[in-house]
């Protein structure tokens, strides 16, 4: 799967760029460079999905008859997601949202996201605590112009994310794909984490640590994109939620 948007969409800490891309043998690639790549490396069963200059998916169904983990893609209401893995509560979940039996992960999730953004107040991170199982997903809200993504904390499906050579951030479970397309500007999506528009990126299995970039060499000897963890000594007042400060203010308003 891959995730390319623009850094007004995806604005992601800064220590994840690398000056020593610059420098690179590997340059970095256009969004444009690396959609083509995914698809020619794909050109069986692949597809793209582009949102204008703001956004774009590519996705590719596994091609193993047994696969580790499920890959799926839907859009719903112009709300789109990658989903990667498997919840283990799934049939509880959906009682619990009132959805159909036949409702995927990736649906799921997508109904996830719309309660947070339309009927809050819930803190987004007990709702990612609810999940029980190995996932990962991307949502984007075209509509809305924003971006949810996650991985879950067992660390069992892998998520990679990185810069593109004009900015956007580019997002994976391809790492041969992410080193190609960021050079050193990449390194792995934290586990237990979650990235929205509004709100960067947080720890939703410790939602009142602030986000620490820790630096990363690679084998190169070469200073790479960091790796982020949640601060324990430090604690943020602003709970994780999705959606905007002006929708917040209107609601609170309402109270």
């Known amino acids: 799967m891959l995730g390319i948007f623009k850094k007004e969409l995806m604005n992601p800490p800064k220590e994840l760029h690398s000056p020593a891309s610059l420098t690179s043998s590997n340059k970095t690639k256009l969004p444009n460079q690396i959609i083509n790549h995914f698809l020619s490396s794909n050109p ?3 597809f793209s999905m582009g949102f204008g200059s703001s956004a774009c998916f590519a996705y590719a169904p596994t091609e193993n008859r047994f696969p580790n983990h499920q890959r799926l893609f839907c859009g719903v209401d112009e709300i789109y997601c990658i989903f990667l893995g498997d919840l283990n509560n799934l049939s509880s979940l959906l009682k619990q949202y009132g959805l159909s039996k036949g409702t995927n992960e990736a649906m799921f999730i997508i109904e996830a996201y719309r309660t947070l953004r339309d009927r809050g107040p819930y803190p987004a991170d007990q709702v990612l605590k609810d999940l029980e199982g190995s996932y990962g997903f991307v949502v984007y809200d075209s509509k809305a112009g924003s971006v949810f993504a996650a991985l879950g904390a067992d660390e069992r499906v892998k998520l990679y994310w ?3 050579a004009d900015g956007s ?12 397309s960021c050079a050193k500007s990449f390194a792995p999506f934290p586990p237990g984490c979650m990235f929205h528009s509004e709100q960067g990126l947080t720890s939703f299995e410790h939602p009142r640590s602030k986000m620490k970039a820790m630096p990363r060499i690679d084998s190169e000897g070469v200073m790479c994109g960091a790796n982020f963890m949640a601060d324990a000594q430090s604690r943020t007042s602003r709970m994780p939620r999705v959606g905007s400060e002006a929708n917040w203010a209107l609601r609170g308003s309402k109270a």
């Open 44 to 46: 069986n069963n692949a």
């Open 162 to 164: 990185g810069v593109a």
């Open 169 to 180: 951030v580019v997002v994976s479970d391809n790492l041969k794909l992410i080193k190609e």
